[in-house]
């Protein structure tokens, strides 16, 4: 069973950093990609970020360029997000994504 744990989340003020993590098991983390997703209130799911499974090639959502970096660690089955310069507009639950499925998120909330 493929399960998918996030922490990390909080309050912060505008121009402030939180590290996000997953924890991952039930598949072959080592073999797989892996994503971010956030889901703003009221809004649809939107991606932010991916990570190759080699932790070689990430990709980022514009919004988030430069402002965010996607890391892993193959040896504890464990994905990252650290985020800086946090704006209020990402105020959002933040998921760990494998092939669509999720967890059940950490919340983040960016204060002016």
């Known amino acids: 069973e493929v399960r998918l744990v996030e922490s990390g989340g909080g309050k912060v003020q505008s121009g402030g950093s939180l590290r996000l993590s997953c924890e991952a098991s039930?598949?072959?983390?080592?073999?797989?990609?892996m994503n971010w997703v956030r889901q703003p209130p009221g809004k649809e799911p939107e991606w932010v970020a991916t990570i190759d499974r080699y932790g070689s090639t990430t990709t980022y959502a514009d919004s988030v360029k430069g402002r965010f970096t996607i890391s892993r660690d193959n040896t504890k089955s464990r994905l990252y997000l650290q985020m800086d310069n946090l704006k209020p507009e990402d105020t959002a639950v933040y998921f760990c994504?494998?092939?669509?499925?999720r967890g059940r998120g950490t919340e983040v909330t960016v204060s002016s």
């Open positions: 039930g598949f072959f983390f080592v073999t797989s990609d």
């Open positions: 994504d494998f092939i669509g499925l």
